[in-house]
């Protein structure tokens, strides 16, 4: 029997990940002419799939690449490489890239077969997280202007996570031009005065599915939300921050820069929204 997340997808083929490899001349390789999507999947269930295929075809769309599955056929790759991989919590990487060609040209030509990649990973234990918070830093955002696309093109996040992590911080908090944007790999929702704000979507933001889903859960537990741009001051001054990814979920930052937020322990309102969203995991991602 395989070991656990060993098995992967590419190209109809699934085998163990170490064994496969794609072309020097892939898009992929050479460019990052790639989009991807991580889904979470628990108790051997995939996690609100519909919210992830939809954001993956906006990117597709927004790289003019034409999907290379319907949603039936993404569906048989989930459930086969989460059994195949002995099923159980886990998180599934997708990466399409536009293809190999013959050589290295810029323009994008018509024709070229797209590579289709899936694998399995585990899913870190978030427990003493959940418990005690996180650290965040503040960064310049450096990226590039259509964060709105989930590209592989990440050496900017790369750089950014890194800084963040080699000053014992779990993210890396953007700001652009004196205001919040989102994590380095994270949406970041920020609380005061029991109001939850969360900054609007544009070309400079990736839509969020767990940013998405939070909200939903406020919403539906009658917690206000209000969508609207938001200052470094306003950061600083929070009562409480969240970040939310598919394989994070939505944790308490209690430490930014150095110093507390709040007072340090995760707050009431992210309280409440976690227990919401614990709730959700069971049912399946249904809001109840």
């Known amino acids: 029997m395989p070991d656990p997340f060993e098995i992967a997808f590419l190209n109809g083929r699934y085998a163990p990940v170490n064994g496969l490899s794609v072309s020097v ?8 002419d790639a989009v991807y999507e991580v889904v979470p999947v628990y108790d051997g269930r995939v996690f609100r799939s ?3 295929y939809d954001r993956l075809q906006r990117s597709l769309d927004g790289i003019r690449l034409a999907s290379p599955l319907d949603r039936a056929g993404w569906d048989t790759l989930l459930d086969n490489l989460v059994e195949r991989n002995g099923g159980g919590s886990m998180a599934v990487y997708l990466q399409i890239t536009r293809g190999p060609e013959s050589g290295r ?23 003493e997280a959940r418990e005690n918070g996180v650290a965040a830093t503040t960064a310049t955002d450096i990226r590039w202007a259509r964060c709105d696309i989930k590209s592989t093109a990440l050496l900017a996040n790369v750089l950014l996570a890194s800084d963040a992590a080699e000053s014992g911080a779990e993210e890396s908090l953007l700001l652009r031009d004196g205001l919040l944007q989102e994590g380095a790999s994270s949406s970041v929702l920020i609380v005061n005065d029991d109001v939850v704000r969360i900054p609007p979507y544009d070309e400079s933001l990736l839509p969020g599915t767990t940013r998405d889903l939070v909200v ?3 919403e539906h537990n009658d917690i206000q939300v209000v969508e609207c741009d938001i200052s470094v001051d306003a950061l600083r001054a929070a009562d409480e921050i969240w970040i939310a990814s598919a394989t994070r979920e939505v944790l308490p930052v209690t430490r930014l820069d150095g110093e507390l937020v709040g007072d340090g322990q995760p707050g009431p309102l992210w309280r409440r929204v976690n227990q919401a969203y614990q709730r959700c995991k069971k049912d399946g991602g249904e809001i109840r």
């Open 50 to 52: 519909r919210q992830h």
């Open 105 to 127: 040209d810029h323009r994008i030509k018509p024709g070229t077969t797209p590579t289709v990649f899936a694998m399995a990973m585990p899913l870190k234990d978030r427990r």
């Open 25 to 32: 001349l892939d898009r992929g390789f050479l460019f990052a």
């Open 216 to 218: 939903a859960l406020l």
